[in-house]
């Protein structure tokens, strides 16, 4: 206690405070360059299998976890239609989902709900079927990947989120209460506080940005 008294005596000549000066439109001007310097770098980064397994060990888009490994785990292979859920209206999926969305199709193909309230619906495209999967964030809920280093990664921008494109060899994809399953290409990205999973076989990354961009609100 008399160290404590003998500090509060003191009298310290402090040097005068500075004025400082926030130049916030100016900070702000700076972000869309800062955001795109950062995507170039990832992007780099994951063309290095090295730099890539350290930065993929866990990486999150939104509700998904991708995880690298040396070794795939035993998986099945299934239709992309096979075990999405139950089927639910398109009332349903508007209330379970807020940020629905649907392909750019005449009709509103069938839409499933399956554990952990992940909504997923198949379509065509060019004759191929395409899955996509949308899951409301804030749940504590994680659609898993597992890839190994067969399996190139891409980071992307569809629209003006920020997406992550798998394409290459199969991965393993993991769905609550389901058995995994290899998937092939697929694109990821988050908008607002939802996720959205876009796979299909044949597709290519041009191809899966275009048609992530045109989907509707639901």
Do not use: C
């Not at 003191?10 to 926030?22: I, K, M, S, Y």
């Not at 950062?38 to 939104?62: E, K, T, Y």
């Not at 988050?190 to 041009?206: A, C, N, P």
């Amino acid at each position: 206690m008399e160290l404590e008294r003998e500090l509060s005596a003191l009298r310290v000549e402090w040097p005068p405070t500075p004025a400082f000066t926030l130049e916030l439109g100016r900070r702000r001007r700076r972000w869309p360059v800062v955001a795109a310097i950062a995507l170039a770098a990832i992007a780099v980064a994951f063309a290095v299998p090295q730099s890539r397994a350290s930065i993929l060990h866990f990486f999150d888009i939104g509700s998904v976890r991708v995880r690298v490994v040396d070794t795939l785990p035993p998986a099945q292979e299934r239709p992309l239609s096979k075990g999405l859920g139950r089927r639910v209206s398109l009332q349903e999926a508007r209330a379970d989902i807020s940020g629905l969305l649907l392909p750019p199709t005449k009709t509103v193909p069938p839409l499933y709900l399956g554990p952990g309230n992940v909504l997923s619906l198949v379509f065509a495209h060019q004759e191929e079927p395409v899955l996509l999967s949308e899951l409301l964030g804030g749940g504590g809920v994680y659609l898993k990947k597992l890839a190994a280093g067969a399996t190139s990664f891409e980071g992307v921008r569809v629209g003006n989120a920020s997406g992550l494109w798998l394409s290459g060899s199969p991965h393993v994809f993991f769905t609550p209460q389901r058995s995994p399953r290899l998937a092939g290409n697929v694109l990821l990205w988050e908008s607002g506080s939802t996720t959205y999973r876009l796979e299909g076989r044949k597709l290519g990354k041009s191809e899966a940005i275009a048609i992530a961009e045109s989907l509707r609100r639901g």
